[in-house]
């Protein structure tokens, strides 16, 4: 019997891909055998040749799996030599790490409006005040990598009209316009619950498992003035940091 996909609004190449993922990463599947052919993917998970060959071109393009001609597709094995190392002099370097200017980006919308008690405290904005939200999502071929929920106090938003937002636009403006440097970058990671949003623009189900980067950004006095926060897939983002004392 067929395991059928959720027929949902997540593709169901996505849905694929995502399972063959944790099975490689879980060592599910042997390195030493091919993985199952696009005729046994299809019998197992009710779907079509299409659908299976768009799974296995994400994959590919992780770098998780190679094909050679006449033999199958096989898992990568991970090489130990080439994990990257960041090494962090200053804030501005911790904030040039999280850039993801490489992919493509889709903004979903940009204005004011009420923050939430979390955004509202962490930006300490007096009752009643509203903020400038920028919210966009990253792709690689199409495949949504994060989805992003910038804010800033709503004094600053006349700076950002007419303005294409980039991946430091937010920071570059506020520097430029007011004078102001980065001083401090606090940066807490925690695994959360998909909401709505989060769900639709990750392409998961709602209350699903994701990885949830919180980045405050703080000028002189130790005053916050940006707030970003970054939904990743559980399974499909791997954060190292190493510190040395010089």
Request: glycine residues 4%; aromatic residues 10%.
């Amino acid at each position: 019997m067929p395991m059928p996909l959720s027929r949902d609004h997540i593709p169901l190449y996505f849905q694929l891909q995502k399972i063959l993922r944790k099975k490689i990463l879980s060592g599910k599947i042997s390195t030493k055998e091919p993985l199952p052919t696009e005729s046994e993917l299809c019998n197992e998970y009710g779907v079509s040749r299409t659908t299976v060959r768009q799974a296995f071109a994400g994959l590919l393009n992780e770098g998780l799996i190679f094909r050679i001609p006449g033999k199958g597709t096989f898992i990568n094995e991970p090489d130990p030599s080439q994990e990257v190392v960041h090494h962090f002099d200053t804030s501005r370097d911790l904030v040039k790490s999280s850039n993801f200017a490489k992919f493509d980006r889709k903004i979903h919308y940009r204005g004011l409006i009420t923050p939430s008690a979390r955004i509202s405290d962490l930006l300490r904005l007096e009752n009643g005040k509203k903020i400038f939200c920028v919210r966009g999502s990253r792709y690689q071929n199409e495949h949504p990598l994060c989805f992003s929920v910038v804010s800033i106090s709503s004094e600053y938003a006349h700076y950002f009209r007419d303005k294409r937002l980039t991946s430091e636009i937010v920071l570059t403006v506020l520097e430029r316009e007011l004078g102001l440097t980065i001083q401090k970058v606090r940066q807490t990671f925690r695994a959360v619950k998909a909401d709505e949003h989060v769900a639709r623009y990750l392409a998961v189900k709602k209350d699903e498992p994701v990885l949830e980067l919180e980045q405050v950004y703080f000028v002189a006095n130790d005053m916050p003035i940006e707030v970003g926060i970054t939904y990743f897939h559980a399974d499909t983002y791997h954060y190292t940091m190493e510190l040395k004392q010089k």
